[in-house]
């Protein structure tokens, strides 16, 4: 796997490595020695999986309070997304800074997102399906979220984001700290 850092600090965008032959290929997408190697959590606690109708579906932007908050390892099985992560630790040299990726099925790469980020993903076409391996498992009452066009960090979606989103997701408060 190649670790290549996002420039927010702690996230990284994973690529695997495939070994290919006439059949096709296999490759690795976790492995705890590695992980380690970058000082990143080995212990996943759940697995989710998202499937995503339509494309602009807009899902996010989610976080978890402390001692809550989670660490994800996130990919795109099927279909393709923009992936959007913000930091939200106050004490971080990149708080409220925010990155996007593309994670497809044909490019196979996975985001790792640290604690105390918000995460959240636009679908680019329909039928696409997100997989999320959990290092904290979800709690209802620490889940929190920001609201996906918030000023307070100036994010460029993709062209039809939020033609598919949640009242819940829509009617998040502004960001304040």
């Known amino acids: 796997m190649i670790f290549t850092p996002v420039g927010l600090e702690g996230a990284y965008l994973i690529q695997p490595e495939p070994h290919a032959d006439e059949r096709g290929f296999f490759a690795r997408v ?21 499937y995503n109708r339509y494309a602009g579906t807009l899902r996010g932007m989610h976080y978890q309070l402390a001692p809550h908050a989670e660490a994800k390892l996130v990919s795109c099985p099927r279909g393709a997304i923009y992936d959007v992560i913000i930091d939200l630790r106050p004490n971080s040299a990149t708080f409220k800074q925010w990155i996007g990726v593309d994670l ?37 009452t620490s889940a929190r979220g920001v609201r996906w066009d918030d000023a307070a960090f100036g994010i460029v979606w ?20």
């Open 30 to 50: 976790f492995c705890v020695e590695e992980f380690a190697a970058y000082d990143l959590p080995t212990d996943i606690k759940q697995a989710n999986i998202s």
């Open 158 to 177: 993709r062209e039809g984001a939020g033609r598919h989103i949640s009242d819940r997701d829509r009617l998040f408060p502004d960001f304040e700290g």
């Open 104 to 140: 497809t099925a044909d490019n196979r790469h996975l985001l790792f997102i640290p604690e105390g980020f918000a995460h959240g993903f636009q679908t680019l076409v329909d039928d696409s399906e997100v997989s999320y391996q959990m290092f904290t498992p979800y709690h209802a």
